[in-house]
């Protein structure tokens, strides 16, 4: 039979320990959450932060040069990250000149002159006195010349299938570039400086009826230059075999295309 709600009403009490626990849980959990989530957002703006920070230029006292602000590059194991001055604006006799007075200045100088001594100008007599000239330093001048003028001419030239003044067969075309991959400085001083360039070259003939067909080959170049009050110029210079890449697979060119790509694709110069 139901109870009427006239009926007196029983209260239990449990003991301390068997209170229900779930309102004080809840009131636990609500601290906690919002200690998360501050937790999250002072994560996430420390990363905006560093995000934003990372591509900014640092701010030493002295600001830096160039080259110690593309140092970091290095430690990637990419090696030396491309630095330097802006490239110089003036040029004598079609080789960049007026170089600053600085070790990246004469790294500029020594690949800008790599280029110079391996073109093909240097197998005509006429042309090779005039790069001497202009990128030698007086002192040493006259022995360059002589040097040089025994490197690429005579039998040199003659290897090569050019005439004495260095001209290649009718229907050829006689191609000499070097292309720097890099330089290194290996000594320097306000008056002296010393750097290597590491090179790609490429020699040859090229035309259908070749027998010395154009090939690339890598050396390194060893530069003396001096500071002669105004620019650095040439001293000496010794060249090695190396470091070669691993060649890769690719199908050489034909005589046409090497002929195409020597007569529509210019050289350039340098700086670092």
Same mark, same amino acid.
């Given at each position: 039979?139901?109870?009427?709600?006239?009926?007196?009403?029983?209260?239990?009490?449990?003991?301390?320990?068997?209170?229900?626990?779930?309102?004080?849980?809840?009131?636990?959990?609500?601290?906690?959450?919002?200690?998360?989530?501050?937790?999250?957002?002072?994560?996430?703006?420390?990363?905006?932060?560093?995000?934003?920070?990372?591509?900014?230029?640092?701010?030493?006292?002295?600001?830096?040069?160039?080259?110690?602000?593309?140092?970091?590059?290095?430690?990637?194991?990419?090696?030396?990250?491309?630095?330097?001055?802006?490239?110089?604006?003036?040029?004598?006799?079609?080789?960049?000149?007026?170089?600053?007075?600085?070790?990246?200045?004469?790294?500029?100088?020594?690949?800008? #002159?790599?280029?110079?001594?391996?073109?093909?100008?240097?197998?005509?007599?006429?042309?090779?006195?005039?790069?001497?000239?202009?990128?030698?330093?007086?002192?040493?001048?006259?022995?360059?010349?002589?040097?040089?003028?025994?490197?690429?001419? !005579?039998?040199?030239?003659?290897? #090569?299938?050019?005439?004495?003044?260095?001209?290649?067969?009718? &229907?050829?075309?006689?191609?000499?570039?070097?292309?720097?991959? &890099?330089?290194?400085?290996? !000594? #320097?001083?306000?008056?002296?400086?010393?750097?290597?360039?590491?090179?790609? &070259?490429?020699?040859?003939?090229? !035309?259908?009826?070749?027998?010395?067909?154009?090939?690339?080959?890598?050396?390194?170049?060893?530069?003396?230059?001096?500071?002669?009050?105004?620019?650095?110029?040439?001293?000496?210079?010794?060249?090695?075999?190396?470091?070669?890449?691993?060649?890769?697979?690719?199908?050489?060119?034909?005589?046409?295309?090497?002929?195409?790509?020597?007569?529509?694709? !210019?050289?350039?110069? #340098?700086?670092?």
């Amino acid at each position: 039979m139901p109870l009427s709600d006239d009926q007196p009403h029983t209260r239990t009490r449990l003991p301390v320990d068997a209170q229900p626990s779930a309102p004080q849980t809840l009131r636990q959990s609500r601290p906690l959450r919002t200690l998360l989530t501050v937790l999250v957002v002072v994560t996430l703006l420390v990363a905006a932060i560093s995000i934003a920070n990372r591509g900014k230029p640092g701010t030493g006292s002295g600001g830096g040069s160039s080259a110690d602000r593309a140092a970091p590059g290095a430690a990637s194991g990419a090696g030396p990250a491309p630095s330097g001055d802006q490239p110089v604006g003036t040029t004598v006799n079609g080789i960049a000149s007026g170089f600053p007075h600085s070790d990246q200045g004469a790294q500029s100088a020594a690949a800008n #002159y790599a280029v110079a001594i391996g073109s093909a100008d240097m197998f005509r007599t006429d042309s090779r006195h005039t790069i001497v000239a202009t990128i030698a330093d007086p002192g040493a001048a006259a022995a360059l010349q002589s040097r040089l003028d025994q490197g690429f001419g !005579g039998d040199t030239a003659a290897r #090569y299938g050019l005439d004495a003044q260095g001209r290649a067969p009718k &229907g050829l075309t006689f191609v000499s570039r070097t292309i720097p991959a &890099g330089t290194k400085s290996t !000594g #320097y001083s306000d008056a002296d400086a010393k750097v290597e360039v590491w090179c790609a &070259g490429l020699t040859g003939l090229a !035309g259908e009826r070749s027998v010395q067909p154009v090939t690339a080959n890598w050396f390194t170049l060893a530069l003396s230059l001096h500071w002669t009050g105004s620019d650095w110029k040439l001293t000496d210079f010794t060249s090695r075999q190396g470091p070669a890449p691993m060649p890769g697979d690719q199908q050489a060119a034909t005589a046409e295309e090497i002929t195409g790509a020597v007569q529509q694709f !210019g050289g350039f110069r #340098y700086a670092r």
